[in-house]
């Protein structure tokens, strides 16, 4: 202790314990700069990540009367089979003919072939083919003869880039059955690349039953380089915020993505303000996805001493590898398996002597199921997570463990739910956007695991340097928007609410905010892209201090 002065120790001593509990109810915690970058992090990655289109291939079942009232000459029929290669597989679709206890001339037995043929195409499988044969219906079987449909060639039209691959994109091979469900998640492997776009195009291939699939592929210069500028920066560690990212598309010409962004601080004085860099990688595996993204974190601040101020730095780091699985789909439902293993690593300073009470090291995994929905123009979204904390990778115990208010073991359940309806009323055309997120949890949390609002990213209205969280919480953010004819730009109202609850809430001057919002985004000359709002709260706690929550974000494509 000799080597350090007595007040910045002292200093240490007092931010290791606030850490354990809580800072104030009225002043940010160094907690919170974390807590914000997590947040930053994950709007980065929704920006230069964007969804890939959901494909959505258009079926080409015919359109079928009932059953006639009545043929002649007709039979009854107490049996339907079908026979032919692959015949038991497809046996299910014998339920959709209907033709069991009904007397069924020419026209009916048609009828029944149609049907089946239908659920077989409901289903993807568009070049399949069910055939009637002739045969004797005087015993009252009906039988349908199965021609599955098959791939012969899978092949890129000319001219073809070296630079195509099909075989990680396309989850079939040759001589697979044909189903439109892998041509649609190949087309979205393909069209995740930012600069790329692909056709696929089914074409007899001579031979009864078999086809050749062929790739239209291509791309733009693979290389994207983008500047960003946004306000969402806390007074403490730098309001206004910018990066750079470089991304390189199909990078290893396995249809991959790769971005490396470096952020920091603007028109901070040092040696305060803050600097965050990342890194990326996926690619698809037919229903599989892999993934890869590093993150680290820097930020200074000063703290107040008795008679002085100290300087206060934050080091983090954070790295996640994912692996995904779309395990069905359908003409309007998409269901995806994930799992996520992650480690994180904090340590805190004063004036370069470390804070051992804050010195973090956490690492587990999480599950997650997602589901979307196409109720006709509408999409819904919803997703359920449990994150489970574990001793692997070095994973220190909390600091907070000695009191109870917190663990590095944490077991954490999340969901949300997000609904998106356009709307066309005349010639306006408008958009609702809802989406709800909540967690749970039994135990106590450490701050950075906790669930937070108040900022633009959670509850709009407040400007983020303070915040409300604890173990248990939900929150709602909605919003009406309106595209301004064919300019590329919308308005915005939203209108955001959201609680905590848990034992750490004992300790906050409030569990509960609200705020709304009104904005404008949009993008100019193709290249620039920005979002302006103003906020204000509508609910908040007595206390809750909040400046203006007025902001911008703006990106420039290169």
Request: proline share 5%.
């Amino acid at each position: 202790m000799s080597s350090i002065h007595w007040p910045v120790a002292l200093v240490c001593i007092l931010a290791g314990v606030h850490s354990s509990w809580a800072w104030s109810n009225t002043h940010p915690s160094p907690d919170q700069a974390l807590i914000l970058q997590q947040e930053r992090e994950r709007a980065l990655q929704e920006q230069v990540l964007p969804a890939a289109p959901d494909v959505r291939l258009p079926r080409q079942a015919d359109v079928l009367v009932d059953y006639p009232a009545s043929e002649a000459p007709c039979f009854a029929i107490h049996e339907l089979r079908m026979v032919g290669e692959l015949a038991e597989r497809f046996r299910w679709a014998l339920a959709a003919a209907d033709a069991v206890g009904r007397c069924l001339g020419a026209q009916g037995v048609n009828l029944a072939m149609k049907r089946v043929q239908n659920a077989l195409i409901a289903q993807g499988y568009v070049t399949t083919r069910v055939l009637v044969t002739p045969q004797d219906l005087k015993p009252g079987v009906l039988t349908l003869t199965l021609i599955p449909g098959r791939i012969q060639s899978i092949r890129f039209a000319e001219p073809a880039s070296w630079r195509a691959r099909w075989s990680n994109a396309l989850p079939a091979r040759p001589g697979d059955v044909l189903n439109l469900r892998d041509i649609e998640q190949a087309l979205e492997n393909f069209k995740r690349v930012p600069t790329a776009d692909a056709d696929i195009q089914i074409e007899p291939a001579g031979a009864d039953g078999k086809s050749d699939l062929v790739i239209a592929w291509k791309e733009t210069l693979p290389i994207r380089l983008s500047l960003s500028l946004d306000d969402g920066g806390s007074e403490a560690t730098g309001r206004y915020q910018g990066s750079a990212t470089l991304s390189l598309d199909n990078l290893l010409t396995v249809n991959d993505l790769f971005y490396y962004s470096q952020g920091k601080d603007l028109f901070q004085h040092d040696p305060l303000g803050s600097k965050s860099r990342s890194l990326h990688y996926s690619l698809p595996l037919g229903y599989w996805q892999l993934g890869l993204t590093l993150n680290d974190y820097r930020y200074h601040q000063t703290i107040a001493g008795a008679n002085e101020k100290y300087l206060y730095r934050g080091d983090s780091e954070n790295s996640q590898l994912n692996l995904s699985r779309v395990v069905f789909r359908s003409q309007a439902h998409k269901t995806t398996l994930s799992l996520r293993a992650y480690q994180r690593k904090s340590r805190n300073f004063v004036e370069d002597t470390e804070i051992r009470l804050q010195h973090r090291q956490t690492a587990g995994w999480e599950l997650g199921l997602n589901q979307r929905s196409y109720l006709g123009d509408a999409t819904l979204d919803a997703g359920l997570n449990w994150r489970r904390g574990t001793a692997m990778l070095g994973a220190l115990p909390a600091p907070e463990e000695e009191t109870g208010s917190g663990g590095s073991r944490p077991s954490v359940v999340a969901a949300d739910l997000s609904y998106n309806q356009p709307l066309k009323i005349g010639a306006q055309k408008l958009r609702i956007n809802s989406q709800w997120r909540g967690q749970w949890s039994k135990g106590a949390l450490v701050p950075q695991d906790r669930f937070v609002i108040g900022g633009r990213y959670t509850v709009r209205g407040f400007d983020g340097d303070l915040s409300l969280s604890s173990e248990r919480g939900w929150l709602w953010r909605n919003e009406l928007s309106w595209a301004m004819g064919p300019s590329g730009q919308e308005l915005y109202l939203g209108l955001d609410l959201g609680r905590v609850s848990g034992a750490a809430s004992a300790l906050l001057i409030g569990r509960q905010l609200a705020g709304g919002a009104v904005g404008m985004r949009g993008s100019l000359f193709k290249r620039l892209s920005y979002d302006m709002f103003t906020a204000w709260p509508i609910q908040k706690p007595a206390g809750f201090q909040t400046g203006a929550a007025s902001g911008f974000s703006l990106n420039i494509q290169l």
